[in-house]
């Protein structure tokens, strides 16, 4: 069975500065996705990113890249220019592009605190 | 993207009594899931919802204490039955294959319930 862990509890990073959150994954399977998750306090999970294991770019949507590392089945967050609406539990996400094998599988988390 | 609601957005249940969360999607979609986030835990997956059949339970979660329905793509109900104060947790809908994004997965905002 796949596992995802994250190792980092909690983060804090001061506004406007850079944050890498880590994920490492344990897998047998070649073809996958990789996702980040953002859980402000309102509880509404967030899709922040997304990595398909085919693909050697780095996935990247606005201060939101990662850092995809296949043979070291890691898959960090990097935020750049972190703003105060930043601040959530952050969780990696693994799935399997295997029919009947599909379904999601959530790291622990990373609460996230932004520092005015 | 879709616009998932689900109904109620909480409630706080006396035990032994039952209560049923709604699902509603904006879009036809292909997989409906239902998932448990305990306080303070991650997400755990109790089923994949079928549309016309019965839905697929994972390890743990069992037809009698969960129920699910799915009648058509854009629809579903989670049945909590027989509470317990250890069912209270935070119970989210979650949809994946909507039409121009047959990979990603979105969540609701999910159901928040407390047992007395």
């Known amino acids: 069975a796949q596992t995802v862990t994250q190792s980092q509890p909690e983060m804090s990073v001061q506004e406007a500065e850079t944050v890498t959150l880590s994920c490492t994954y344990d897998?047998?399977?070649?073809?996958?996705?990789l996702f980040w998750y953002k859980q402000p306090p309102s509880r509404q999970m967030i899709l922040v990113i997304r990595?398909?294991?085919?693909?050697?770019q780095n996935a990247t949507e606005n201060r939101f890249s990662v850092n995809f590392q296949k043979a070291a089945k890691s898959f960090s967050l990097k935020i750049s220019d972190s703003q105060l609406g930043d601040a959530a539990m952050y969780f990696c996400a693994y799935r399997s592009d295997n029919f009947g094998n599909e379904k999601l599988t959530f790291g622990t988390g990373t609460r996230l605190t932004i520092i005015p | 993207s879709a616009v998932i609601s689900q109904k109620p957005s909480r409630d706080i249940c006396q035990r032994g009594t039952s209560l049923t969360i709604q699902c509603q999607v904006d879009s036809q979609v292909t997989m409906m899931f239902w998932y448990r986030q305990q306080p303070g835990q991650s997400l755990t997956l109790i089923a994949t919802?079928?549309?016309?059949?019965?839905?697929?339970?994972e390890s743990g979660f069992v037809i009698d204490k969960f129920p699910i329905s799915r009648p058509n793509l854009t629809f579903s109900t989670l049945t909590v039955s027989n509470m317990s104060p250890e069912d209270s947790s935070i119970y989210l809908c979650?949809?994946?294959?909507?039409?121009?994004?047959?990979?990603?997965?979105?969540f609701g905002p999910g159901t928040r319930l407390t047992v007395l």
């Open positions: 919802a079928n549309q016309g059949s019965e839905a697929t339970y």
């Open positions: 979650s949809v994946r294959g909507l039409a121009g994004e047959p990979d990603t997965q979105y």
């Open positions: 990595q398909e294991a085919y693909k050697q």
């Open positions: 897998t047998s399977e070649s073809d996958y996705y």
